[in-house]
């Protein structure tokens, strides 16, 4: 697909509009900043885009040979709409180019922007080693006068922490925390409700804030204690806010409301908004799960007890169960040895991106109770054998997926699961039974055409 014919910045409407250097040719226009990038995951590879797109010259290391070699190739190593187009453009135009090493990119760079993973420790927090050795791999090569840039999710102290690894009165540090969704990311790089910036001084909190002059949105400038705790307060209150829509749909199925209409008749109230207000499976992703435990230990550790938050996440691990409880209950708790159809396997739809993900961790669920899960995702190739998906079986798609199924289990809102052919799905199966873990098929067709449906909150 070439930059023209994709549909994703025209129908931002902000692609075009927002680089005030686009008119420029090949290069980067005067006054352009020189970035460093470290890490093209699914935040460091858009940051990287959409600031080249700005016309900076970006210098983007990634030191996994696969995903590096995918780069040079001309592709992306992750699935994202619109983001190939958007690195193409920026290779083209020759302000994105792509290295192994970070220290290369670091080397002579006005600013290097960490986007290397935070994973989950052992204990709950935040593990920093990767920050950490990407800390002490580029300090000594950075030029006087560079700005470190947190992009990655780092719990309060972490900007000291790294200006402690680097040791350099010349080098400043600051928070810049990304609120990107995976699935709308390019939008979302390119558009950002708001840039949080963290620093100890001011020039330098003014300096990565005009990088993203472009974009228009809204600046808040704060220290980085600030700023480290916005992203994982915004992380806490989106897992929280799913948390309580699942535990209303819970209510709904106790008192035999509809959670579609409850939904409807909260989310017009602006004060409460739609966003994050759909049942589901329950939360999961790379971000929301680790962010939380994060939060909660170092709430912990700070003598604050975030007990709301931990209810929160209680709740979620429920909400995993309940869908388990759901498809067993349907076959009568005779689980052992029977087929299930499980279509999405994603955290959500867009991405490829399987981490933590809700639906995967519910196959191993059933595939752990005796169940031969067959599974079909629009990312995922028939026969994968990833660890992650141990004992299920990929299929090439929904058809494959439920054939012989007695129950189908839909758990990522993929729109190709709205549109399939349900007869054809119905003949498939052995038993016309669907679990609707995210609500996106109507219950009422469903029904009419002879499947005993199931939803979350609703008939
Ligand atoms: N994924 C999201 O939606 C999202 C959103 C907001 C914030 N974040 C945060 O951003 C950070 C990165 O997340 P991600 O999803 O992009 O992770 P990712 O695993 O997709 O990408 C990180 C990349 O960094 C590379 N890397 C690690 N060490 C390196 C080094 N020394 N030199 C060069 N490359 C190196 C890895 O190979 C990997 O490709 C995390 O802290 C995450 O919590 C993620």
């Known amino acids: 697909m070439t930059y023209r014919e994709s549909g994703t910045y025209r129908e931002s409407g902000t692609y075009r509009e927002s680089g005030s250097n686009r008119e420029s040719s090949k290069g980067a226009p005067a006054g352009a900043s020189t970035v460093g990038v470290i890490g093209a995951g699914y935040v460091g590879l858009p940051t990287a885009a959409t600031l080249s797109h700005f016309g900076h010259r970006v210098i983007l290391a ?3 040979p696969g995903r590096f070699n995918t780069l040079l190739r001309g592709e992306i190593p992750i699935v994202e709409r619109g983001l190939l187009e958007m690195v193409r453009d920026g290779v083209d135009r020759g302000t994105l180019r792509f290295v192994s090493d970070a220290t290369e990119a670091a080397r002579g760079s006005d600013f290097v922007f960490f986007c290397v993973p935070t994973p989950q420790g052992v204990d709950g927090s935040a593990d920093l080693s ?3 050795a990407v800390a002490k791999e580029v300090g000594p090569v950075l030029r006087s006068g560079a700005i470190v840039v947190n992009k990655s999710t780092v719990p309060v102290g972490s900007a000291s922490f790294v200006e402690r690894i680097i040791g350099r009165d010349d080098i400043h540090v600051v928070s810049n925390p990304e609120f990107l969704r995976e ?15 963290g620093a100890d001084d001011q020039g330098a909190a003014a300096r990565v804030g005009q990088l993203f002059a472009g974009t228009g949105s809204p600046l808040i400038v704060t220290d980085t204690t600030t700023s480290e705790t916005i992203k994982y307060a915004s992380n806490a209150f989106l897992a929280t806010k799913v948390s309580f829509i699942n535990a209303v749909a819970g209510l709904c199925e106790a008192v035999g409301a509809d959670v579609r209409d409850v939904v409807l008749g909260m989310g017009y109230d602006k004060r409460i908004g739609f966003e994050f207000l759909r049942p589901g499976p329950g939360w999961g992703g790379s971000c929301l799960p680790k962010d939380t435990q994060a939060l909660v230990h170092m709430a912990e550790s700070a003598g604050y007890d975030f007990s709301l938050l931990k209810g929160a996440i209680a709740g979620n691990e429920e909400q995993l169960d309940l869908v388990v409880k759901k498809a067993v209950s349907s076959l009568d708790d005779k689980i052992e040895g029977t087929t299930v159809g499980v279509l999405g396997l994603t955290f959500k739809a867009g991405t490829d991106d399987r981490r933590s993900s809700p639906a995967v961790d519910i196959a191993r669920r059933l595939v752990g109770l005796g169940a031969r899960v067959q599974a079909y995702d629009p990312t995922v190739p028939a026969f994968e054998e990833a660890d992650d998906l141990a004992g299920v079986r990929c299929c090439a798609d929904v058809y494959e997926a439920v054939a012989g199924a007695r129950v189908a289990v839909v758990l990522t809102e993929w729109d190709e699961f709205r549109w399939v052919d349900f ?13 609707d873990a995210r609500n996106i098929l109507d219950p009422g067709a469903m029904k009419r055409m002879g499947f005993t449906y199931v939803g979350m909150g609703r008939g």
Not at 183 to 197: E, F, K, T, Y
């Open 62 to 64: 990634e030191s996994d």
């Open 130 to 132: 990767y920050v950490e």
């Open 183 to 197: 699935g709308s990311a390019v939008h979302d790089s390119l558009n950002p409700d708001r840039i949080v910036v």
């Open 423 to 435: 007869e054809k799905v119905k003949s498939a199966m052995d038993r016309p039974v669907v679990i």
